[in-house]
């Protein structure tokens, strides 16, 4: 693509939607509620799993303020989902999970919603639950899904060369268990909305998401009614992380307000979102890699099982994600990994930035740098050796598409950490006063897609306005794509008016409307700057011609983009072209460990990322570090407590966040721009990318100052202490 | 949370009268609210009536008196608590041990006697397990997932108390003023606080009808330093994991008076008598020390997931000794 100098393209523009979201003059979901409407409160089965003997509404229904208490009777095709729909609205015969919905009440004020939804009485026969995915594999396991006579979702191997021979062959060989538990998406506003049927006979439900489109084909099959029937609008949204692609109210607004024929409102408290909602798969991945004595990585094999819960949601493909990625960013001749989607009567997984990557990437980051250290040998310098370069094959035995810049991003990294970290050099006594705080570096790279994968039919639609009289003088841009707090809007905008070549101000956006706005695709997989951003180019430039061509003073074009085409895997051999683009990340990473309390402390990251262009330097900058919070949360605090398919952290008391404290004092993003061949202006994706090698380099960093591997993430205080005690015998800890 | 209705106190007395004037579990005092609004939040407790103690501004203060002892009134916040000069100069260990603290909105808020009030943050309390302490039959942690519970068995429940300022208050040897229909009593922080019992399944022992008033801080030995030391999960806003308290006055190099006291290893604040017995009349040194966190965690008893712990409070133990003696900053 031309990328001729450009005037917008890189700057650091600042936020238009910042000074209404700190002020508070921005309007969530739930600033919509407004007097008069009815009130939803939702009745949770509360239990794992367990056969709906009897359910009676009537004390319910009978209660001040009731207006109606409506269940799997009153829904007319029971069932959603991204993939399978295989999730119930409102659950008629058996409840799965703890936060599987049985009744809707719907009263005139939350109040006496709330205090009719413990009037609802459910007679339930509790059956055995299967809340271990390893054990819910076993013959005579307790069945998820009855029906379907087994709870393997998805298994899926991947086959490349001859691993037998190569491990036969092999210098060193090593095995590796890792685990990692859940994580909760902790988006600041948690699920609200409202809905109403307009004076079309339309019903329209105001809410948040992260694709209008879906939400819409989902809503419409459930109420059977036509797509164009059903309006999805997007307030400001409170952040998303992938834990809005699910649906989670939306269909019920959807629903009570059309049975009812009047304004419904809702409003999740945070038990009810944790609970509810979808988290990160918890995978628990064996492997065995092997190498030869010169540093060469010629075999990986594994075994890569994740929970997804109860319902499908999207496990089969974070399965995948997680399984091409368990040989992390290397070519390696010999594969044989094989991935398990697992259903239990634990909270479904689903998408969460990263999906999947972080998980596998924990295993085979780690086992990269062991490697290293068994073969005596530096850990970037067997990187290095074995990292993917331009025409490299995937474990899909297919090469790697354009663009492959995993090497340059990794010795950028080696670089800065050299030169901010001294890293290499050996260290002086770390805190000469403390002789318990020990310091360490660790390094670790990442990959991940960019996009929708394994033969999706990837698309993004946008159209452009033009108007104006001698002069083009201002521009509509139609794209109903979700700006999560990530600031989709802006970059859009940008790429019009940088590509129409007029000032920002030129340019509107009408993105929040599923009946005015053409459909962007989702607001996931680090693609909507690829995918949205292309559609807009494109939009833009065919616009354009038309406008140069036209005598009126208007014009306009609507343009589909699709990227190069990818295929499903081989059920077979895995064999395939998984991906269109993929992102390529490297982190250094400085920790200080407290051996006498097990804490670690991030000093320094720094982050360096491949992002083909920045649209917003700013804003690829701020991905950055806010990722970066995430990815401390995940690597060292966040433990999402289960017990027998009971939710134990439903609050932020005990599922610990990071606070401003727990972050780094010192982050620094390092952004290359080596162009895509598809991204507008070059631009590829960064909004996952940070957290992919960084719970593998913290590890690796807290190997490097105290000796003791950990491979159950996240890496808590009481981990570390329980693995220095266990290296050093049980007299002192430290 | 269920509807209630609320009254206010404007003094002590008022509170008192209001309290022993309503049915049984009818009526509940609100401090700060920290605590009790996420307790009704939750559904654990519904009380038909809030008697509001803020206007109660009598309860709000910190004073010194001649004999050198330090009253603290119940509504003192415990911001108030970590601001006061004159407190940080004399009694250091109290505003260290507010410090970190829940966060400084929540410090701003919370009360000095809701915070030694406050209930455990066990999971399965706070959840909907119907478990021992709430009245069914069974501790759930005990076998369940329990990696912030208690390391010494003193009762059927395993909680910690969460609160950072009882450790310290213990070390001090405070006294608590507490008014009732038949007059005050003042009874010593250490019998406040008693391990849940089959009869009384609470952390403390107050009556429903009684009112905290003050926490008196008796004048301390003569050149008497304190430290507090806690371990969280993050950086700031956690509970302890552990945390531990003590207080000491040297004479002639040797040890005088000692306090050490341990939070998060047991339903309350537990001081540790043998190691006191094991330092008095000594000179401190690394090794002795050492000797006595060895002997602070003696008795435990970690549960499956919570085995951490032990080193985690011989460590505090050792270094909130050494701290407190000067020999370690
Ligand atoms: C997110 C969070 C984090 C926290 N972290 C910490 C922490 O790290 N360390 C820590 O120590 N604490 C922590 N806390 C607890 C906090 O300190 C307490 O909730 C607070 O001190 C309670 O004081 P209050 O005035 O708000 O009490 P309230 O909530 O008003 O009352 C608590 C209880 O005490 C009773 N009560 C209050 N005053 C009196 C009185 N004068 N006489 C008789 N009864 C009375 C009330 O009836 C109620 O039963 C945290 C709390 C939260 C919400
Ligand atoms: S530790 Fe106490 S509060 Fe927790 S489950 Fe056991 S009895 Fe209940």
């Given at each position: 693509?031309?990328?001729?100098?450009t005037?917008?393209?890189g700057?650091s523009l600042?936020?238009?939607?910042?000074l209404g979201?700190?002020?508070?003059?921005?309007?969530?979901?739930?600033?919509?509620?407004?007097?008069?409407?009815l009130?939803?409160?939702?009745?949770?089965?509360q239990r794992?799993?367990?056969?709906?003997?009897?359910?009676d509404?009537?004390?319910?229904?009978?209660?001040?303020?009731?207006?109606?208490?409506?269940?799997?009777?009153?829904?007319p095709?029971?069932?959603?989902?991204?993939?399978?729909?295989?999730?119930?609205?409102?659950?008629?015969?058996?409840v799965r999970?703890?936060?599987?919905?049985?009744?809707?009440?719907v009263?005139?004020?939350?109040e006496q919603a709330?205090?009719?939804?413990?009037?609802?009485?459910?007679?339930?026969?509790?059956?055995?639950?299967?809340?271990?995915?390893?054990?819910?594999?076993?013959?005579?396991?307790?069945l998820v899904?009855?029906?379907?006579?087994?709870?393997?979702?998805?298994?899926?191997?991947?086959?490349?060369g001859?691993?037998?021979?190569?491990?036969?062959?092999a210098a060193?060989?090593?095995?590796g268990a890792?685990?990692?538990?859940?994580?909760e998406?902790?988006f600041?506003?948690?699920?609200?909305?409202?809905?109403?049927?307009?004076?079309?006979?339309r019903?329209?439900?105001?809410?948040?998401?992260?694709?209008?489109?879906?939400?819409?084909?989902?809503?419409?099959?459930m109420?059977?009614?036509?797509?164009e029937?059903?309006?999805?609008?997007y307030?400001?949204?409170?952040g998303?992380?992938?834990?809005r692609?699910?649906?989670?109210?939306?269909?019920?607004?959807?629903?009570?307000?059309?049975?009812?024929?009047?304004?419904v409102?809702?409003?999740?408290?945070?038990?009810e979102?944790m609970?509810?909602?979808?988290?990160?798969?918890?995978?628990?991945?064996?492997?065995?890699?092997?190498?030869?004595?010169?540093?060469?990585?010629?075999?990986?094999?594994?075994?890569?099982i994740?929970d997804g819960?109860?319902?499908?949601?999207?496990?089969?493909?974070?399965?995948k994600?997680?399984?091409?990625?368990a040989?992390?960013?290397?070519?390696?001749?010999?594969i044989?990994?094989?991935?398990?989607a697992?259903?239990?009567?634990?909270?479904?997984?689903g998408?969460?930035?990263?999906?999947?990557?972080?998980?596998?990437?924990f295993?085979?980051?780690?086992?990269v740098?062991?490697?290293?250290?068994?073969?005596?040998?530096?850990?970037v310098e067997?990187?290095?050796?074995n990292?993917?370069?331009?025409?490299?094959?995937?474990?899909t035995?297919?090469?790697?598409?354009?663009?492959?810049?995993?090497?340059?991003?990794?010795?950028?990294?080696?670089?800065e950490?050299?030169?901010?970290?001294?890293?290499?050099?050996?260290r002086?006594?770390?805190?000469?006063?403390?002789p318990?705080?020990?310091?360490?570096?660790?390094i670790?790279?990442?990959?991940?897609?960019?996009?929708?994968?394994f033969?999706?039919q990837?698309?993004?639609?946008?159209?452009?306005?033009?108007?104006?009289?001698?002069?083009?003088?201002?521009a509509?841009?139609l794209?109903?794509?979700?700006?999560?707090g990530?600031?989709?809007?802006?970059?859009?905008?940008?790429?019009?008016?940088?590509?129409?070549g007029?000032?920002?101000?030129?340019?509107?956006?009408?993105?929040?409307?599923?009946?005015?706005?053409?459909?962007?695709?989702?607001?996931?997989?680090?693609?909507?700057?690829?995918?949205?951003?292309?559609?807009?180019?494109?939009?833009?430039?065919a616009?354009?011609?038309?406008?140069?061509?036209?005598e009126?003073?208007?014009?306009?074009?609507?343009?589909?983009?699709h990227?190069?085409?990818?295929?499903?895997?081989?059920?077979?051999?895995?064999?395939?072209?998984p991906?269109?683009?993929?992102?390529y990340?490297?982190?250094?990473?400085?920790?200080?460990?407290?051996?006498?309390?097990?804490?670690?402390?991030?000093?320094?990251?720094?982050?360096?990322?491949?992002?083909?262009?920045?649209?917003?330097?700013?804003?690829?900058e701020?991905q950055?570090e806010g990722?970066?919070?995430?990815?401390?949360?995940?690597?060292?605090?966040?433990?999402?407590?289960?017990?027998?398919g009971?939710?134990?952290?439903?609050?932020?008391?005990?599922?610990?966040?990071?606070?401003?404290?727990?972050?780094?004092?010192?982050?620094?993003p390092?952004?290359?721009?080596?162009?895509?061949?598809?991204?507008p202006?070059?631009?590829?994706?960064?909004?996952?990318?940070?957290?992919?090698?960084?719970?593998?380099?913290?590890?690796?960093?807290?190997?490097?100052?105290?000796?003791?591997?950990?491979s159950?993430?996240?890496?808590?205080?009481?981990r570390?202490?329980?693995?220095?005690?266990?290296?050093?015998?049980?007299?002192?800890?430290? | 949370?269920?509807?209630?209705?609320h009254?206010?106190?404007?003094?002590?007395?008022?509170?008192?009268?209001?309290?022993?004037s309503?049915?049984?579990?009818?009526?509940?005092?609100?401090?700060?609210?920290?605590?009790?609004?996420?307790?009704?939040?939750a559904?654990?407790?519904?009380?038909p009536?809030?008697i509001d103690?803020?206007?109660?501004?009598?309860?709000?203060?910190?004073?010194?008196?001649?004999?050198?002892?330090l009253?603290?009134?119940?509504l003192?916040?415990?911001?108030?608590?970590?601001?006061?000069?004159?407190?940080?100069?004399?009694?250091?260990?109290?505003?260290?041990?507010?410090?970190?603290?829940?966060?400084?909105q929540?410090?701003?808020l919370?009360?000095?006697g809701?915070?030694?009030?406050?209930?455990?943050?066990?999971?399965?309390?706070?959840?909907?397990?119907?478990c021992?302490?709430?009245?069914?039959?069974?501790?759930?942690?005990?076998d369940?997932q329990?990696?912030?519970?208690?390391?010494?068995?003193?009762?059927?429940?395993?909680?910690?108390?969460?609160?950072?300022?009882?450790?310290?208050?213990?070390?001090?040897?405070?006294?608590?003023?507490?008014?009732?229909?038949?007059?005050?009593?003042?009874?010593?922080?250490?019998?406040?606080f008693?391990?849940?019992?089959d009869?009384?399944?609470?952390?403390?022992r107050?009556?429903?009808?009684?009112?905290?008033?003050?926490?008196?801080v008796?004048?301390?030995?003569?050149?008497?330093?304190?430290?507090?030391?806690?371990?969280?999960?993050?950086?700031?806003?956690?509970?302890?994991?552990?945390?531990?308290?003590?207080?000491?006055?040297?004479?002639?190099?040797?040890?005088?008076?000692?306090r050490?006291?341990?939070?998060?290893?047991?339903?309350?604040?537990?001081?540790?008598?043998a190691?006191?017995?094991?330092l008095?009349?000594?000179?401190?040194?690394?090794?002795?020390?050492?000797?006595a966190?060895?002997?602070?965690?003696?008795?435990?008893?970690?549960?499956?997931?919570?085995?951490?712990?032990?080193?985690?409070?011989?460590?505090l133990?050792?270094?909130?000794l050494?701290?407190a003696?000067?020999l370690?900053?």
């Amino acid at each position: 693509m031309s990328t001729p100098k450009t005037h917008l393209i890189g700057a650091s523009l600042p936020r238009p939607d910042a000074l209404g979201k700190v002020t508070g003059a921005a309007r969530y979901p739930a600033d919509l509620i407004r007097p008069g409407m009815l009130h939803l409160q939702l009745v949770f089965a509360q239990r794992p799993h367990a056969r709906i003997v009897a359910l009676d509404t009537s004390a319910a229904e009978g209660a001040p303020g009731v207006a109606a208490v409506l269940t799997a009777k009153d829904v007319p095709y029971n069932a959603h989902g991204l993939i399978d729909a295989d999730q119930p609205a409102l659950c008629g015969d058996v409840v799965r999970f703890e936060g599987d919905k049985v009744a809707l009440v719907v009263a005139e004020s939350k109040e006496q919603a709330e205090a009719a939804a413990k009037l609802v009485a459910v007679t339930y026969e509790d059956l055995p639950a299967v809340t271990d995915a390893r054990a819910a594999l076993a013959a005579g396991a307790p069945l998820v899904h009855a029906e379907l006579g087994t709870n393997l979702l998805l298994h899926i191997p991947i086959r490349k060369g001859d691993t037998a021979r190569a491990f036969a062959e092999a210098a060193v060989v090593l095995e590796g268990a890792f685990s990692t538990s859940w994580q909760e998406h902790a988006f600041l506003q948690p699920e609200a909305g409202i809905a109403y049927v307009d004076e079309q006979e339309r019903v329209v439900i105001e809410t948040a998401g992260q694709w209008l489109h879906e939400d819409r084909r989902q809503i419409a099959a459930m109420l059977q009614l036509p797509e164009e029937q059903v309006i999805v609008r997007y307030a400001a949204i409170g952040g998303a992380f992938g834990g809005r692609e699910d649906l989670s109210m939306q269909h019920l607004l959807a629903l009570a307000a059309w049975k009812l024929r009047r304004p419904v409102a809702m409003q999740w408290k945070r038990e009810e979102s944790m609970i509810a909602h979808h988290k990160r798969h918890p995978f628990d991945i064996r492997c065995r890699w092997g190498a030869t004595r010169e540093g060469r990585i010629t075999a990986v094999e594994a075994e890569v099982i994740a929970d997804g819960g109860a319902y499908a949601s999207t496990s089969v493909e974070v399965t995948k994600v997680a399984t091409l990625f368990a040989s992390g960013c290397y070519e390696i001749p010999n594969i044989s990994v094989d991935g398990y989607a697992v259903y239990t009567n634990n909270v479904p997984c689903g998408a969460f930035r990263g999906f999947g990557a972080p998980q596998a990437q924990f295993a085979a980051e780690i086992m990269v740098t062991r490697l290293a250290h068994a073969l005596g040998m530096d850990p970037v310098e067997l990187r290095r050796r074995n990292i993917y370069r331009e025409g490299s094959l995937e474990p899909t035995q297919q090469p790697l598409p354009e663009g492959v810049s995993a090497l340059p991003v990794l010795e950028r990294c080696v670089e800065e950490a050299r030169a901010r970290l001294r890293y290499g050099e050996p260290r002086e006594s770390d805190v000469p006063s403390a002789p318990h705080l020990r310091r360490g570096i660790g390094i670790a790279c990442g990959i991940k897609n960019v996009g929708y994968s394994f033969g999706y039919q990837e698309q993004s639609t946008a159209k452009v306005h033009l108007y104006g009289k001698a002069e083009l003088e201002r521009a509509v841009v139609l794209i109903g794509a979700a700006d999560v707090g990530q600031g989709a809007h802006l970059i859009l905008r940008q790429i019009a008016a940088e590509t129409l070549g007029i000032a920002l101000e030129q340019v509107s956006m009408v993105t929040d409307d599923s009946g005015e706005a053409p459909n962007a695709g989702s607001a996931s997989a680090s693609r909507m700057t690829l995918m949205g951003g292309r559609a807009v180019h494109d939009a833009a430039l065919a616009a354009r011609a038309k406008w140069s061509a036209a005598e009126e003073y208007e014009a306009e074009a609507e343009v589909q983009f699709h990227p190069p085409a990818t295929t499903p895997l081989d059920p077979m051999s895995g064999a395939g072209r998984p991906n269109y683009c993929y992102g390529y990340a490297a982190q250094a990473v400085e920790v200080e460990v407290n051996t006498l309390t097990g804490q670690v402390r991030v000093l320094r990251v720094i982050s360096v990322h491949d992002v083909g262009r920045a649209i917003n330097m700013q804003q690829v900058e701020g991905q950055i570090e806010g990722c970066l919070a995430q990815a401390v949360g995940y690597a060292l605090l966040e433990d999402f407590q289960v017990r027998d398919g009971h939710v134990l952290t439903p609050y932020f008391s005990t599922y610990l966040l990071p606070t401003a404290l727990d972050m780094p004092p010192e982050i620094v993003p390092v952004v290359l721009e080596l162009a895509d061949p598809n991204g507008p202006y070059g631009a590829r994706g960064v909004a996952e990318m940070p957290l992919v090698p960084f719970a593998p380099a913290v590890a690796a960093a807290i190997h490097d100052a105290t000796g003791v591997w950990l491979s159950q993430q996240p890496m808590t205080p009481e981990r570390v202490l329980a693995a220095l005690s266990a290296m050093n015998g049980q007299s002192t800890a430290g | 949370m269920k509807a209630f209705d609320h009254v206010t106190a404007a003094s002590t007395r008022e509170a008192v009268e209001l309290l022993s004037s309503a049915a049984p579990d009818g009526a509940r005092l609100i401090a700060g609210g920290t605590d009790l609004l996420t307790l009704m939040k939750a559904d654990l407790i519904a009380p038909p009536r809030l008697i509001d103690l803020k206007p109660a501004s009598e309860l709000r203060y910190l004073r010194f008196d001649d004999a050198g002892a330090l009253h603290i009134g119940a509504l003192t916040t415990l911001a108030d608590l970590e601001r006061h000069p004159e407190v940080a100069q004399r009694l250091p260990v109290l505003p260290q041990s507010v410090r970190d603290a829940a966060t400084p909105q929540l410090r701003a808020l919370a009360t000095v006697g809701g915070n030694l009030l406050q209930r455990p943050r066990c999971w399965y309390y706070r959840g909907d397990a119907l478990c021992w302490l709430k009245g069914g039959s069974a501790c759930f942690a005990r076998d369940g997932q329990n990696k912030y519970h208690a390391i010494l068995d003193h009762s059927p429940c395993v909680a910690v108390h969460p609160s950072d300022l009882a450790p310290a208050l213990l070390a001090l040897d405070a006294e608590l003023v507490i008014h009732g229909p038949g007059g005050a009593r003042v009874l010593p922080v250490e019998s406040f606080f008693a391990a849940p019992t089959d009869q009384e399944r609470v952390e403390y022992r107050l009556a429903a009808d009684e009112v905290l008033a003050e926490i008196t801080v008796p004048r301390q030995p003569e050149g008497a330093r304190g430290a507090y030391l806690k371990v969280m999960d993050r950086q700031a806003w956690a509970f302890a994991l552990v945390s531990a308290a003590a207080q000491v006055a040297l004479r002639d190099g040797r040890i005088e008076h000692v306090r050490l006291v341990l939070g998060g290893v047991a339903n309350v604040p537990q001081r540790i008598r043998a190691v006191e017995d094991l330092l008095t009349g000594q000179e401190l040194t690394p090794k002795l020390a050492e000797q006595a966190a060895e002997r602070a965690v003696a008795g435990a008893k970690p549960l499956a997931h919570n085995a951490y712990k032990v080193p985690l409070a011989r460590e505090l133990a050792r270094r909130a000794l050494l701290a407190a003696t000067g020999l370690m900053v």
